[in-house]
């Protein structure tokens, strides 16, 4: 069986989320599964500097431009065909928006006319034999599944992934004159939203199956409040939708192998993540206080992650004897608040503003705990990761973390199964209330012990998910 993923961003390529991870990691699972995954991508600047094994195909017009395909491999064997059109691609930086985080402009064209090529390639129309399924995701690809309901000839199955419903891909109705669709398309039940056009709508209308990150997620995405504009449609489409949870890379992200922390660990000899949480209290300026529960966050910094609340909670963390690292970017004024709190107590809490992959893989390993307090959270890896390295989550009851973290209530603790912590609902007191579990659990060493146990024994890879992915394939090309 052969895929074609159409994205925006593949790790290690692009990436400036979970999508990249995603659609750098799900297709060498599939191969696992006897799919043939193959990526379509913009022809960044990135992408087409970091592929490997490139070939340069046929040249062809599109818009006006003589354009071509260039096809490579990641660095990990992911295969990939990139869209070389240098009037949409040909810039760095985010693939979005600019410095400033306005949106780039022809954003909207440029998306429709990657996805039109997107249709081309999967319909064998470019060299490239066709494809048996395409795998859209997210807006950037929501018109492909448009553009495959206007064809006549036979086309592949379609799939669109839901990474996050908070970005709809919304445009002037006034693009529909330069995205090749019949007029009949800009309608209620079609490309139309409040006036304006959604490509993220034309995905969920269209494909003959919609996923979304987290079975949990597939059902608060139905509610009017969780929909988010879009709950009515969903609940129309929940015959045709569902919540596969994602996974994590387990080969990049592994203790025992991961050559960017101090020392490697295993679940049997757990003395190499003490070295990384020394190295990690000296490499960010805290006290080396070995019997300090250190916590951390490696998120975009924004009120959907509810970093706002933890701004509030640093106080209740330095007054229970804990350290805080926070690494990542976003509101501004969330970014100045953890500043803030970065030099009024150097020694207990940390900052770093951006987003370094190594210090990720280091902050990991040497948090004792991770916090995400989400006020919504469609699957999140940040605390797949943690798991992986015994850090014990910390995460709001919502979402793909209400999926895979096991709250350490009474009964979870008398099984033995528990792997996190988590409250509900998303608010400071209950935060407050999460934050000072934890600490009661960090001051219990022989508990603390089983969840880390309990966390590295998780299987969060993409094996299983692969397998589901697989079979709605096979189910949608009969």
């Given at each position: ?7 925006s961003e593949c790790f290690p390529l692009i990436k400036t ?232 890379d387990t080969q990049i992200w592994n203790p025992q192998t ?22 990690l209290q000296k490499d960010m300026g805290l006290q080396q ?190």
């Amino acid at each position: 069986m052969r895929v074609l993923f159409v994205a925006s961003e593949c790790f290690p390529l692009i990436k400036t989320g979970g999508l990249a991870d995603v659609v750098g990691a799900l297709p060498l699972a599939l191969s696992e599964q006897n799919v043939e995954a193959t990526v379509f991508l913009p022809g960044f600047q990135l992408v087409l500097k970091g592929l490997k094994k490139k070939a340069s195909h046929k040249p062809f017009k599109l818009n006006g431009e003589t354009v071509n395909l260039v096809t490579g491999v990641t660095v990990n064997g992911v295969r990939v065909i990139a869209l070389n059109a240098p009037k949409l691609f040909d810039f760095e930086g985010n693939p979005y928006q600019l410095p400033d985080g306005r949106d780039r402009e022809g954003n909207g064209a440029r998306y429709a006319a990657f996805s039109r090529v997107a249709v081309d390639v999967a319909m064998g129309n470019h060299g490239e034999p066709a494809f048996d399924v395409v795998h859209a995701h997210d807006w950037q690809a929501g018109l492909v599944c448009a553009y495959l309901s206007a064809e006549k000839a036979k086309v592949p199955a379609s799939v669109v992934t839901i990474h996050n419903l908070a970005f709809q891909g919304i445009f002037p109705k006034s693009l529909m004159g330069e995205i090749a669709l019949p007029e009949r398309y800009y309608s209620e039940e079609g490309l139309e939203y409040w006036d304006k056009l959604s490509f993220l709508k034309a995905g969920i209308v269209y494909a003959d199956h919609v996923t979304t990150v987290s079975p949990s997620y597939a059902l608060e995405i139905q509610s009017d409040n969780g929909g988010m504009g879009f709950g009515g449609l969903l609940r129309f489409r929940g015959h045709a939708l569902s919540g596969i949870v994602n996974g994590i890379d387990t080969q990049i992200w592994n203790p025992q192998t991961d050559p960017d922390i101090p020392m490697t660990y295993t679940a049997a000899d757990l003395r190499g993540k003490a070295k990384c949480k020394r190295a990690l209290q000296k490499d960010m300026g805290l006290q080396q206080k070995s019997d300090a529960p250190l916590f951390a966050v490696v998120s975009r910094l924004t009120t959907q992650k509810g970093l706002d609340l933890l701004v509030d909670a640093v106080e209740q963390i330095k007054m229970l004897g804990g350290q805080l690292v926070v690494v990542g970017s976003g509101d501004k004024s969330i970014e100045r608040a953890f500043k803030s709190a970065t030099e009024a107590s150097p020694k207990n809490v940390a900052c770093f503003i951006g987003y370094d992959e190594t210090l990720a893989h280091r902050v990991q390993a040497g948090a004792d705990a991770i916090i995400i307090p989400s006020r919504f959270e469609p699957c999140g890896l940040t605390q797949l990761c943690a798991m992986r390295y015994g850090t014990i989550p910390v995460v709001g009851r919502v979402g793909g973390l209400n999926d895979t973290v096991i709250d350490a209530n009474v009964a979870a603790l008398t099984k033995g199964c528990a792997t996190g912590v988590q409250f509900s609902p998303i608010d400071p007191h209950m935060l407050a209330a999460a934050i000072n579990r934890s600490f009661a659990l960090y001051r219990q060493p022989k508990l603390w012990d089983e969840i880390v146990q309990n966390c590295l024994a998780q299987d969060v890879s993409w094996s299983a998910s692969a397998e589901d992915y697989a079979a709605l394939y096979a189910r949608l090309i009969g």
